[in-house]
Every structure is written in structure tokens, then in C-alpha cells.
Nanobody, 122 residues
């Protein structure tokens, strides 16, 4: 069982930066791939980024490539999402997610956090 708690959301101006954190509990955190999703008002939840359990490989959705960076610290049971050059279209609730399978982490993860709001003002 994995429990996930996000933090770090807030209000930022266009072009600004935020770093989201996701604290995980559970003995298997360090062996699970992790991911971030987001859901904007009136839209479906979409994949943002994922990272393998070693941290050696990362995957990004096209809209965030070059602006967002996912990383993890297995010693702290935490995964991060550094978001730079933020745009109003990045406004959404951001969710941390996990699954034993990298294939599922980017599609339909088993474990979800409660979400944290990110609002980018124009």
C-alpha cells in the first residue's frame, strides 16, 4: 500500500516557477515508478510526467517538455515536480501517482494523492 500527499501548489504569475512535492509512505515507494497528472476545470485528467524507480529515466507530456522536471529522493520518500516558465494553461489540480508498473504509471496508476492546486495568472 502506498499513500501520497502533495504540497507546494499556489498562485504564481506567468513565467514564474513552482516546485511540487509528493511525500509517500509505504515500504515499496523506492521500488515504484512515480508520476504526476493534472486536471484543469472542465477537462479530463492528463499525464504530465513520470520517473522510474531508480530515477534514471523520465517521461514528459509534450506540453511540459523543456519546462518541467520530475525527480525523486528515495531516501526521503519524496518525488518532486519543478515547474518553470509557467503558463496560464498550466492551471490545474496536480496529482501525484504511483504504480508498480511504469506502463500503468503513465496511463492509469493505482495510487493517487489528494491533489494540490496550481494557478497561473496572466
Amino acid at each position: 500500500q502506498v499513500q501520497l500527499v502533495e504540497s507546494g501548489g499556489g498562485l504564481v504569475q506567468t513565467g514564474g516557477s513552482l516546485r511540487l512535492s509528493c511525500a509517500a509512505s509505504g515500504r515499496t515507494f523506492s521500488s515504484y515508478p512515480m508520476g504526476w497528472f493534472r486536471q484543469a476545470p472542465g477537462k479530463e485528467r492528463e499525464f504530465v510526467a513520470a520517473i522510474t524507480w531508480t530515477g534514471g529515466n523520465m517521461h514528459y507530456a509534450d506540453p511540459v517538455k523543456g519546462r518541467f522536471t520530475i525527480s525523486r529522493d528515495n531516501a526521503k520518500n519524496t518525488v518532486y515536480l519543478q515547474m518553470n516558465s509557467l503558463k496560464p494553461e498550466d492551471t490545474a489540480v496536480y496529482y501525484c501517482a504511483s504504480d508498480p508498473s511504469l506502463y500503468m504509471v503513465v496511463r492509469s496508476p493505482t495510487y493517487w494523492g489528494q491533489g494540490t492546486q496550481v494557478t497561473v495568472s496572466s
